[in-house]
């Protein structure tokens, strides 16, 4: 039940999720189930609905996504301390996307040291946000260099990481005057669906005067933010 649950909210349909996490929570005691509603209510901004439903999950079966989830909620609301406690409970459930959690909490609290040492253990074991955020400590760093090898790594990873790589990429190339890297690196993070890139190229288009060209990439950004 809980993964007709998952399909329903993957392809938008909260409605239908919430009838099947509640079915999965009510006739078999799924901690998935429970998981599922708090995120459900982290998606409609009911921080008090996802935090029952994630401490329900944790109190109960000790389910190590929801520690994770439950940490991203209270990063939100600025609980850094809370947060890095649950990030380490989901490390220690087996979570390992949290040593990229775990390297923000430590950022957020100008700890860059400990943060990069996150980062690089998130890396070494294949999360490609952990890869990401290196390179993002580098530029914030001043070392350029090294930003864009830990881009160039992370854009030939996989998933939603690689896009926001190839935009990273794109802004360094077109502030070094390499505009035609820049173009292509922009269009393959507009290919991924990165918000910042297909603003980016919207904009362009304006100011080269295509408004055509600048609608369509203006549209595809409020398509991503449901507007």
Same mark, same amino acid.
Request: hydrophobic share 35%.
């Given at each position: 039940?809980?993964?007709? %649950? ?15 996490? +509640? ?5 078999? %005691?799924?901690? +998935? ?15 008090? %609905?996802?935090?029952? *439903? ?30 890095? +406690? ?23 609290? =100008? ?12 890396? &070494? ?10 390179? /993002?400590?580098?530029?914030? #760093?001043?070392?350029?260099?090294? #930003? ?17 790589? /190839?935009? #990273? ?7 070094? =005057? ?21 603003? *980016?190229? =919207? ?7 295509? &408004?055509? =060209? #600048? +609608?369509? *990439? ?10």
């Amino acid at each position: 039940m809980h993964g007709l %649950g998952r399909i329903a909210h993957d392809r938008g349909d909260p409605a239908t999720a919430e009838y099947w996490y +509640r079915r999965s929570v009510d006739e078999a %005691g799924d901690a +998935r189930g429970l998981n599922g509603m708090g995120v459900l209510c982290s998606d409609r901004l009911d921080d008090e %609905g996802a935090a029952y *439903w994630f401490r329900r999950a944790i109190d109960e079966h000790g389910y190590a996504r929801s520690h994770r989830n439950y940490a991203l909620d209270l990063m939100e609301r600025s609980d850094l301390d809370g947060a890095e +406690r649950y990030f380490r409970a989901a490390l220690d459930g087996g979570e390992t996307d949290a040593y990229t959690n775990l390297g923000q909490v430590h950022q957020n609290r =100008g700890q860059m040291q400990r943060a990069v040492a996150c980062y690089r253990k998130a890396h &070494t074991i294949g999360e490609p946000f952990g890869t990401l955020n290196l390179g /993002h400590a580098c530029l914030k #760093a001043g070392l350029q260099e090294s #930003a864009e090898y830990w881009f160039t790594r992370t854009s030939e990873a996989h998933g939603e990481p690689v896009a926001l790589a /190839h935009e #990273a990429l794109a802004r360094i190339q077109w502030k070094g =005057g390499r505009v035609d890297d820049a173009l292509a690196s922009f269009q393959k993070a507009a290919g991924g669906g990165a918000r910042g890139a297909l603003a *980016w190229l =919207g904009v362009q288009c304006t100011v080269d005067g295509d &408004t055509e =060209g #600048a +609608r369509g *990439w203006f549209d595809r950004v409020l398509s991503l933010i449901h507007i």
